[in-house]
Structure formats: C-alpha cells, structure tokens
C-alpha cells in the first residue's frame, strides 16, 4: 500500500507529539467458505477443520470474522455449505461454549485453549501479557502474547491440567481491566 506506515500503533508513535489524533478501528477479517467470492459449483467449500482455523486466527486475535457463504443460482445455499457451517458452528459451541471449569468439576482441569478478555469500555490496554498454570503445585508460563482486545484465543501445543490459571500483565498503556478469562477443551484435544 503507497504511503502506508509500517508503524500505526506502537507506544512511541501514539505518544509522538506531531501525533494529532487516534482513532480506532475494529479489525475484521473477511473470508469466503469457498476459494473465491461466488458459487461454482465445481469447488468445495472449506471444511469445519479450516473454518475452525480461522475463527481462532480472526475472533481468537480480537477481529470481527466476516464469513462469505455464496449461494447458488437457484438463490439457496449449497448442501455441501450448510453441512460445513453446521458442523463449524457444533465445534465452535462445543469448543468455547463452556469453561472446562464448569464441566469438569472441583479441578484439576484439562485445556488446550485459554481465551483471555479484556473490558474494552475501558480501551485495550494491555502490550504485553503471561499465562501461568499451577502444575502439580507449581506455576509454569504455559502461553503469552501481546494485546488482548475484546477476545485472545490462545491455543496450546498440547493439552494442560493445572489446578489454577493466572493472567500476568507484563505491560500496559495504562491500567489494565481485565475481563474473564475462560478455559477450553478442543474436540482434537
């Protein structure tokens, strides 16, 4: 892109005095269920496994997922398409509707996804943040990352049990709020 800035957001560039405004911007991601933007019927769309992908790439990194289901031209939406989203949107409620917390009972529990939140009425604050598990009774850094925003899915290279998690802000713009952070199971997992 002509004339864009590599730098559009990092502590030094908004507190430049020559900065005059900011202004925010939800990020969105837009996709298609198929390899381009209208149906034919030759392509396949892409399947629960991929869709799944990019819901943790898009939602799971604080953006808007903004999914293209292209119907036919008969006006309707593929089988093929509606049998993808069905078992997409089974994985999505049966991934993250529930904190393992709640389903597993008194602990310890198992994961291999932590969604971290912050209250976004108070702006995204957080730079730079840890998560730690109590593991056999001792804290062990088990993901970290850099903001938060409305939602941070961070997926683990293999499942964990701990018997506690913590969210350590490591920096901040300003005072971090922090909203729930939830703990999940993949159906991989």
Known sequence: MRGADADIGSRTKLLDPTTRYL???PAEADVSIRPGWFYHQEQQPKNPAQLMNLYEKSVGRNASLLLNVPPGRDGRIADADVTSLTAFGKAVRST???DVRRTQG???YTF???AVREDIRQGQRVEKFAVEARIDGSWQRIAEGTTIGNRRILPLASPVTATA???KVLESRAA???GATTLH???AG
């Open 185 to 187: 199971l993949s159906s």
């Open 112 to 114: 291999d996804r932590v």
């Open 176 to 178: 971090p709020h922090l």
């Open 106 to 108: 008194p602990g310890p």
């Open 165 to 167: 998690v913590r969210v």
């Open 96 to 98: 993250y509707g529930t």
């Open 23 to 25: 202004q925010w911007y």
